[in-house]
């Protein structure tokens, strides 16, 4: 995924991003215990960009509750995520942020939707491995004391495309993810 330039996040605009060797001296010093602190270094590193996108969107439109796994994925809401992203240039049109779901710049919804479909059971998998990456990783990072820092940041960025209708499908208790998969995975706030 390196070599595929899918991650690190290829762009940062706001903010000098970090290069490979950068992140393998992050690895070794936050995962020195590990013979794979880099991988480690990556998926957290990675997590703190633009690809925190595709990361969540690829995970929260799984229908959970059908085996086996991988789950099967609510293809319409993720491709509609993707082309109603609005923030900065992180857009259907910019070339790293689609890069970053192992697709080209679109200029229309339809465009995304069948770039989607052509690279799905792929991007799923990437998500699938960077997200029990992540998850490894934050198990093992050293902890932060609450004297060192006594006000650490908890929220996540604001994805502007996905209104309170998307709240209640992260849970995995959501009745909807048991499908069937023609039900679009979108609840009324109230109603989660």
């Known amino acids: 995924m390196v070599d595929s330039c899918y991650v690190p996040y290829q762009d940062i605009p706001d903010a000098p991003g970090k290069d490979v060797e950068e992140i393998k001296a992050l690895g070794l010093r936050l995962f020195p215990f590990s013979p794979h602190s880099f991988q480690l270094a990556m998926a957290v590193y990675d997590w703190t960009t633009a690809s925190f996108a595709?990361?969540?969107?690829?995970?929260?439109?799984?229908?959970?509750?059908?085996?086996?796994?991988?789950?099967?994925?609510?293809?319409?809401?993720?491709?509609?995520?993707?082309?109603?992203?609005?923030?900065?240039?992180?857009?259907?049109?910019?070339?790293?942020?689609?890069?970053?779901?192992m697709m080209k710049p679109a200029s229309t919804l339809q465009d995304v939707q069948d770039q989607l479909c052509d690279v799905e059971a792929r991007l799923q998998k990437f998500s699938i491995i960077q997200n029990r990456?992540?998850?490894?990783?934050?198990?093992?990072?050293?902890?932060?004391?609450?004297?060192?820092?006594?006000?650490?940041?908890?929220?996540?960025?604001?994805?502007?495309?996905?209104?309170?209708d998307y709240f209640g499908i992260e849970m995995l208790e959501c009745p909807l993810n048991a499908g069937p998969t023609s039900e679009s995975l979108v609840v009324s706030f109230t109603a989660a």
Not at 151 to 157: A, K, P, T
């Open 54 to 101: 595709r990361m969540v969107l690829m995970k929260i439109f799984e229908y959970t509750s059908i085996p086996p796994t991988p789950y099967p994925l609510d293809s319409p809401n993720i491709a509609n995520a993707i082309w109603k992203s609005n923030w900065g240039s992180y857009v259907p049109s910019n070339k790293f942020y689609m890069n970053s779901f």
């Open 133 to 164: 990456l992540l998850g490894a990783a934050f198990a093992a990072m050293p902890r932060t004391s609450v004297f060192y820092a006594p006000q650490l940041f908890s929220g996540q960025l604001d994805i502007s495309q996905l209104s309170l």
